[in-house]
């Protein structure tokens, strides 16, 4: 993978020639403050006209601290002030408004897929820039974005591209996850299809394995192959109750793309990819690959619940489970050290 692949991955660079397969967006580039402000790991402070809690450092006064949430007794300390974007909230207010009321906020690249637990309704859904900046300021993937974004490519000793960063909104779209699919395209060939949301099993997948696989080659040859700018990428399509395919998402063709029910030593070998129900004594189908989870016991837990938060201290902080509470007070009175479990939320 090389870092001029990763530079064509962005959402401007392919939105622009897929707009009529995709999901209705609009890009706004990110002003520098506020690309400071995101890469400030010492504020979780909401901007002003936001309804959502603010963090200060200090006691402040009756009459300002009825909104303020207050995590120190430590007088010498100055209040944060909240930062203010007025320019580009209003921007982004009016984006919002124009896709609807709701949006799914992405970077160049990546969606803050690990920080949906945080909001509110555990979702990435958003309708303000509180919203958007909540979960950006809590997702190691837009951190990645931003910080090193050619993490893996082999022409490391070039230059970085200069990149132009922008907050990308969708139109808020209720998807669900067993009609989507990962496309692996190499030197213009379709290649390998997988079945995006591996951890569950999905029976409509095994019993429309033909025409899903039919209706995703169809799409690729008609919109998408040779129209892209390299030979080697991943595209993510959702095939509606329908039939009708859409284009999700285009990523570089290299590690830093998680390749799912395939690994990323088969896909760059020369040799022949198997399918999920391939079997030895039948002659293998001319297309891609395709593979998704055959059987329930085949399950998996989701791969972003290693971002959560324990679900003891979950339950310990919000005093939901007072027994565990009981313990964990009576296991701090003899000194012991509490053994908190790997269970996450
Ligand atoms: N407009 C939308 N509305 C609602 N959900 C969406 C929307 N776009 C994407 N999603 C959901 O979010 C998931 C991640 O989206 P997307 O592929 O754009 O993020 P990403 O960060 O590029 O992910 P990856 O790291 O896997 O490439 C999708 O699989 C889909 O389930
Ligand atoms: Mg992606």
């Not at 979702?123 to 951190?143: A, G, H, N, W």
């Not at 951890?199 to 008609?222: A, C, L, N, P, V």
């Not at 989701?302 to 919000?318: I, K």
Request: hydrophobic content about 35%.
């Amino acid at each position: 993978m090389k870092k001029e692949q990763v530079v064509n991955c962005q959402f401007s660079v392919w939105y622009p020639i897929f707009k009529k397969f995709t999901i209705k967006s609009s890009i706004l580039p990110l002003p520098q403050n506020v690309i400071d402000y995101l890469l400030d790991d010492g504020t979780l402070v909401v901007p002003e006209g936001s309804s959502s809690l603010q963090q200060t450092h200090n006691n402040t006064s009756d009459s300002e601290a009825d909104d303020d949430v207050q995590w120190s007794d430590d007088e010498s300390t100055e209040t944060v002030k909240a930062p203010e974007f007025p320019d580009f909230n209003a921007k982004v207010l009016e984006a919002i408004n124009a896709l609807g009321g709701r949006v799914f906020p992405k970077l160049n690249w990546s969606a803050p897929r690990d920080a949906n637990w945080i909001a509110l309704n555990s979702s990435l859904e958003c309708q303000s820039l509180s919203d958007i900046f909540l979960l950006f300021k809590s997702s190691d993937f837009v951190t990645h974005d931003l910080t090193q974004p050619f993490i893996h490519c082999s022409d490391d000793d070039s230059p970085d591209p200069v990149i132009s960063y922008e907050l990308v909104l969708r139109k808020w779209s209720e998807l669900i996850p067993g009609g989507e699919f990962r496309c692996f395209v190499k030197e213009h060939k379709l290649i390998a299809i997988s079945q995006r949301d591996y951890t569950q099993y999905y029976h409509h997948i095994s019993k429309q394995e033909h025409s899903i696989s039919h209706s995703i080659q169809g799409f690729f040859r008609d919109h998408i192959q040779y129209k892209f700018l390299d030979d080697d990428y991943v595209f993510d399509v959702y095939r509606d109750s329908c039939g009708r395919v859409w284009l999700i998402d285009i990523n570089p063709f290299g590690p830093v793309t998680d390749s799912l029910l395939f690994t990323w030593e088969e896909l760059t070998s020369a040799s022949r990819l198997t399918a999920s129900q391939a079997q030895d004594d039948m002659p293998q189908e001319e297309g891609p690959a395709f593979r998704y989870t055959t059987s329930e016991v085949t399950v998996q837990p989701s791969p972003c619940l290693s971002y959560r938060m324990p679900r003891d201290f979950v339950d310990l902080s919000t005093g939901e489970d007072a027994y565990k509470l009981i313990d964990f007070l009576k296991l701090t009175e003899t000194e012991t050290t509490l053994d908190v479990k790997e269970k996450v939320v």
